[in-house]
């Protein structure tokens, strides 16, 4: 079946790879939700067995079976993320990692005894609506469509001097903040794997393409020094995100981590596409307004479930809390009532 040619703000697209990019970054979203937990349950094994914890510079989880399997999981997540950037724009793919908290918000209370009260469910459904409005909105097109269209846009000003800026302040936060404030505060971790994460969507992005101008034998991209270099790239931030990512684990909540990740890392991703993938332009003012409200409600849902996380709120409660303030309040007026015929 042919693809249908469609139309975005005065730009063609093309449906099917746009549907095809869609669903790899739904099955991302569920395959690293589930690798959280995972890795999380790895880390508690570890820390129960003795062995010296992860953010203390320890490596035990390298033994553990459950942290490979995490591990590999998030590899399929990553694979599938990697394959959506080929089909469709980072703004969209992105931003759908919100979904993967609704996984680990879900699997850590089956699994690490993390109990999602009434209102973490909630959060829950307000992620969903919040993606479903950023996909309707998103953008469809980008200007960038070719590998070698990508290695140039790679020398624009702008964009180095977002990478130089990137790349200043991780050797900051790695020298300063890290070992005063890397165990107390959960953003410190989390900053070094959002800021060297925009980069990892950057040269993932030229990875998928190369690999997919390959196979469509538009070019032969596995002689090219730059897609070397640019998958050199791409392995070294993805090691430098997991590193920081298990201390992060390994000390906070992951409740809190996952949300805290999220806003973040989209942030910095949505920044670095703006900059150099300029999948903005073509968008009207009503869909910016659109992923706007969407993305604003996809983070106002992540971290309604984490600041809501440990309070001990059902249904039930909640009826029964609306009840005694009816009934309190129905006797204020009783006695206030009785007050003025006396």
């Known amino acids: ?8 703000n005065g730009q063609d697209y093309d449906s099917n790879s746009f549907v095809i990019g869609l669903v790899l970054a739904l099955t991302s979203s569920l395959f690293i939700g589930s690798s959280f937990i995972i890795k999380k349950i790895a880390l508690r094994k570890i820390n129960a067995s003795g062995n010296v914890r992860a953010s203390a510079g320890g490596y035990g989880y390298l033994k553990q079976w459950m942290w490979w399997l995490g591990l590999i999981t998030m590899g399929v997540g990553e694979a599938a993320n990697l394959l959506a950037y080929a089909f469709a724009p980072a703004a969209l793919v992105t931003p759908l990692g919100a979904l993967s908290v609704i996984v680990t918000a879900i699997l850590s209370s089956r699994f690490l005894n993390e109990k999602l009260n009434v209102i973490g469910k909630i959060g829950c459904f307000l992620c969903i609506i919040g993606s479903i409005i950023f996909i309707i909105h998103s953008p469809k097109s980008e200007e960038i469509k070719t590998f070698s269209e990508l290695m140039d846009k790679l020398c624009d000003y702008l964009f180095l001097v977002y990478v130089a800026s990137i790349i200043v302040m991780s050797f900051i936060v790695k020298v300063i903040f890290v070992p005063r404030f890397g165990n107390s505060n959960v953003v410190v971790y989390l900053l070094m794997c959002s800021s060297i994460g925009s980069l990892t969507v950057v040269f993932c992005k030229a990875v998928a393409l190369g690999i997919k101008e390959s196979i469509n034998g538009k070019l032969s991209v596995y002689s090219h020094f730059m897609f070397w270099l640019v998958l050199g790239a ?3 931030c993805i090691i430098v995100q997991m590193n920081y990512l298990n201390k992060s684990l390994d000390i906070f909540n992951t409740s809190v981590v996952t949300p805290v990740y999220y806003v973040m890392f989209t942030v910095l991703v949505i920044i670095a596409s703006g900059i150099l993938f300029r999948e903005w332009h073509y968008m ?5 307004v659109g992923c706007s409200c969407g993305f604003l409600v996809v983070t106002t ?10 309070m001990p709120i059902s249904f039930r409660e909640l009826n029964m809390n609306a009840r005694v303030r009816w009934t309190n309040n129905i006797e204020d007026l009783q006695s206030n009532n009785y007050t003025l015929n006396a």
């Open 1 to 8: 079946m042919k693809s249908l040619p469609l139309v975005n």
């Open 234 to 236: 791409s392995i070294f």
């Open 284 to 288: 009207s003012t009503e869909d910016v």
């Open 301 to 310: 849902a992540v971290f309604m479930l984490n600041i809501f996380k440990d």
